[in-house]
């Protein structure tokens, strides 16, 4: 049974580029969610996605956007990328309202 | 913000000792659940303790929970040096979670 697949496992971008990041959710699973963990730090909630709905959005910019397709799968956009969006993009399936999270092992994305 | 904060931001202790870290947080949750994460990777599940419980085992993993004081413990017995990691608590608010800040947990062999 595959856990959460994520890709790529590691980005480098240069300062103003666009960044796409892909998740697909473990099996079973129709609810993803994405987070940012900057070096040192706990994870960030972004956003999560229901039903290729955003259901829910944490404190980012718009510059950061999202998709689920019709097979659960999500992809994270990030626009105009700073210096500051280096960090670790964690997904995160589950069924929903439920407790039992999934994390995928992340995309390491450096912007330089 | 809902935040937890973990204590002590990092830990080092020999092979075989027990470790302790400890998790506040500002809200009343339904539960409580502790990760582990090794060297930047993904997060890996620990623990659930539930709002109505005070104390939770699993394995060489004793959870405890004050709901009065807001705050939970995780108590590694026996420690291991795979158990060289990073340690979050999360309550979960809505659909999010949220993370303290972790204590990085290093057990030397």
């Known amino acids: 049974d595959a856990g959460v697949t994520q890709s790529p496992t590691h980005l480098i971008k240069t300062r103003g580029q666009q960044v796409t990041l892909r998740c697909s959710p473990k099996s079973g699973h129709d609810t993803v969610s994405w987070y940012q963990q900057a070096l040192g730090q706990g994870p960030q909630f972004i956003f999560q996605y229901y039903e290729e709905e955003e259901r829910q959005r944490g404190n980012f910019p718009d510059r950061f956007s999202g998709h689920q397709f019709p097979n659960y799968s999500s992809e994270l956009n990030v626009n105009a990328l700073l210096l500051g969006d280096s960090a670790l993009y964690l997904c995160?399936?589950?069924?929903?309202?439920?407790?039992?999270?999934?994390f995928g092992s992340g995309t390491r994305l450096t912007v330089v | 913000s809902q935040q937890g904060e973990e204590d002590p931001q990092a830990l080092s202790i020999q092979e075989g000792e027990n470790a302790t870290m400890n998790c506040s947080y500002k809200?009343?949750?339904?539960?409580l659940q502790w990760y582990r994460q090794n060297s930047g990777r993904g997060l890996v599940h620990l623990i659930l303790i539930r709002s109505n419980e005070r104390e939770k085992h699993s394995g060489r993993l004793r959870v405890t929970l004050d709901t009065s004081k807001k705050s939970s413990s995780l108590l590694i017995t026996a420690s291991r040096a795979a158990d060289t990691a990073s340690y979050f608590c999360?309550?979960?608010?809505?659909?999010?979670?949220?993370f303290g800040t972790g204590t990085s947990l290093t057990v030397i062999p």
């Open positions: 995160a399936s589950s069924l929903p309202a439920n407790y039992g999270y999934t």
């Open positions: 809200t009343s949750i339904n539960n």
């Open positions: 999360a309550t979960l608010g809505g659909n999010q979670f949220y």
